[in-house]
Structures are given as structure tokens and as C-alpha cells.
């Protein structure tokens, strides 16, 4: 990924954590990874970390936005505590 698909990942996760806190949730960035640095690694806090449907939030929601606004290569992971 390049720096500037990193900085539109970073500015979009920003937007969406407004999502998230209106639900007593949060997100916080913890680093990107993978061979092409095309995994984006979260941890979700509040009420988003012990929600059942977290993966959801990641996968269903967070991930399909960063894969329509940015690039298709793009995977969301979960930082685990």
C-alpha cells in the first residue's frame, strides 16, 4: 500500500469513529501489516470491544469502506488484548 492509500486509511478510520463512539464504542489504529502493508491491524474499545458483532463492525462495515474508498487489497484485522 502507499503512503498516501495509508493517510486516506487513517483519515477514513477517523471519520468512521464518530460511528462508534455515538455507541459508547472506539477504534484505535494499531499499525499496518502484512507483506504489502494491505492489513490494517484495529483494536475496538468500549462497548465495540466486548460487543458481540465486533467482527461484523470490522469486517462487515470498516473493511467493505476501506475496500470501496481505497483498494480492493485491503483486509481489517483485529488487535486481540
Known sequence: MTQDQQQQVLDLLEALRGNLQQDGGDLEFIRFDGEDGNTVVLK???????????MMTLKGGIERILKEQVSQDIAVEREEE
Request: proline share 9%; with cysteine.
Open 44 to 54: 475496538l474499545v468500549g462497548h465495540c470491544g466486548s460487543c458481540p458483532y465486533a
